[in-house]
């Protein structure tokens, strides 16, 4: 891009500023719900005058060069914010693209006579703009996959809760397939709470454990082994009757481990091991009468 | 040179290691400790491994050792209040301790241990044999 366009078009910049606001206004992708126009307009406005001194830099076509590092910031911050805000990818590159078309404009009022270099400038126009969307683009997906890895590690920590059923038992019922990592989550998570609860008994209810295949097996081993190595005897409750027999398929040796069908006669289990007995109260009113709760 | 102190309280013996473990001291404490089973025909050893955060596999297979050797001279052994990091990266090691019996304190285990030898009198079995 040579000298003459760069100044041409920073002479031209607040008409630039104008068509490309207009465009964005105009175009079907604009999202005034998420984003105000004065806060457009504004946004729009650092980004040109950036872009418009990067052109006068010395070399101008290389968006790698020194001229362009502030660019690429302002650029990586708005996708990022759009990304955050739940911009589609059409809409975030419409931002750039709709600029393209302005400066194209521009350009094309300057060199109106002189084809040959109007053709060229163009050429080397759209490069910068290209290279600029890809940018935005990438930024833009990195900014996606950010909120989803917040979202798979909250998923992984809101899934995990361990809860005290009783006075020295714990209960975690586990929801979603276990992975290595999660079971690592699992695994501190039950023994922190079993040194901060003194329980020596934990039931690990994998009712919603949808399969179960060796690896899994291997995790629920390592962490009844685990609690086992702190003085906690484990349940392993909530055996469906299809992960039975796929356990015994698998031929996963199960027979050092406590397991029950469901949570409740875990429960019962482990008040025989702690020596609690759980009776019916005499009941001294009729049956569902308030008193008899202690409300 | 440096050396665990062994304690002894009725039938058993109560070993607290507050320091870090390196193999040396592990080793005498084992040596110790046999010794000290045989001369006081203990019933039970527990060790309070509470104060310990780092261990390693050799850690681990003392350990194991001195619950084989005191189970054949008719003593259980029970480990202490291990941390959850000690717990995980033993079962990562793949060392289970599957001869030591473990509780969550010194209380429970003084517990247990009273158990272990109240059984002992009537059966062999295990503590939560019985349950299964």
């Known amino acids: ?295 | 040179m440096e050396r665990i102190p062994i304690l002894k309280m009725g039938p058993f013996l109560l070993v607290t290691i507050q320091v870090d473990l390196y193999d040396r001291l592990a080793l005498t404490l084992e040596n110790d400790l046999i010794n000290m089973v045989s001369k006081t025909e203990a019933k039970g050893v527990l060790i309070d491994i509470s104060a310990v955060s780092i261990v390693d596999s050799f850690m681990g297979r003392i350990l194991g050792n001195i619950a084989s050797m005191s189970k054949i001279m008719d003593a259980a052994t029970v480990v202490v209040g291990m941390q959850p990091a000690v717990a995980i990266t033993l079962v990562e090691l793949g060392l289970t301790l599957s001869g030591v019996h473990t509780a969550l304190d010194v209380e429970q285990g003084m517990e247990l241990l009273r158990t272990k030898i109240g059984q002992l009198d009537t059966d062999e079995e295990g503590l939560y044999d019985s349950y299964i």
């Open chain 1, 1 to 295: 891009m040579n000298k003459e366009s760069a100044a041409a078009l920073k002479g031209k910049k607040k008409q630039i500023l104008e068509n490309w606001m207009a465009n964005q206004l105009k175009d079907a992708a604009l999202r005034d719900d998420l984003m105000s126009v004065s806060e457009l307009q504004q946004q729009s406005e650092e980004f040109l005058s950036t872009l418009l001194k990067a052109f006068a830099s010395p070399n101008a076509e290389d968006t790698d060069s020194a001229g362009y590092e502030s660019i690429h910031d302002i650029l990586s911050e708005i996708s990022i914010t759009r990304a955050r805000q739940g911009f589609s990818p059409r809409e975030t590159s419409a931002y750039i693209l709709s600029l393209k078309e302005v400066l194209s404009q521009v350009l094309e009022d300057r060199f109106k006579d002189e084809t040959a270099i109007l053709y060229r400038e163009i050429i080397s126009m759209n490069k910068i703009m290209d290279s600029l969307s890809l940018v935005t683009m990438e930024t833009y997906i990195k900014g996606r996959e950010e909120v989803i890895l917040r979202q798979t590690n909250e998923m992984s920590e809101i899934s995990t809760p361990v809860i005290r059923v009783w006075e020295g038992i714990l209960a975690l019922p586990i929801i979603g397939t276990l992975d290595s990592a999660r079971t690592q989550v699992v695994m501190e998570a039950l023994l922190e709470e079993i040194v901060a609860t003194g329980s020596r008994i934990a039931i690990l209810d994998i009712s919603g454990v949808p399969t179960v295949d060796s690896l899994v097996a291997q995790h629920l081993i390592k962490t009844v082994s685990a609690a086992r190595l702190m003085g906690a005897e484990c349940i392993i409750s909530g055996i469906r009757a299809e992960i039975a027999q796929t356990i015994v398929h698998l031929g996963i040796d199960l027979t050092n481990i406590y397991t029950k069908a469901t949570l409740a006669s875990a429960l019962k289990m482990s008040f025989s091991m702690l020596s609690i007995q759980v009776s019916k109260a005499a009941q001294n009113g009729p049956v569902g009468s308030k008193q008899n709760f202690g409300f």
